[in-house]
């Protein structure tokens, strides 16, 4: 799984880290946030998932010979 939203899952789980270890924990929790985000589009991807458009709030589909 090494798609664009896996690094950016694990490049904010490096930054929420930070955070936490330097007692910004408000930013912390938005960066863990936004670290299972995009982990969860990243498995989605992983299996045949594809977002529709740039929001991700449009969803995503079945890859498919029919689309």
Known sequence: MTTEFFQKAKNNL???QLYFDNGFY????????YAA???AVAALED???KKETEL???GFRL???AS
């Open 56 to 58: 991700i709030t449009d």
């Open 47 to 49: 299996k045949g998932l």
């Open 14 to 16: 490096n930054a929420a």
């Open 26 to 33: 408000d930013a912390c929790a938005n960066r863990a946030y």
């Open 37 to 39: 985000l995009q982990a």
């Open 63 to 65: 890859n498919s010979a």
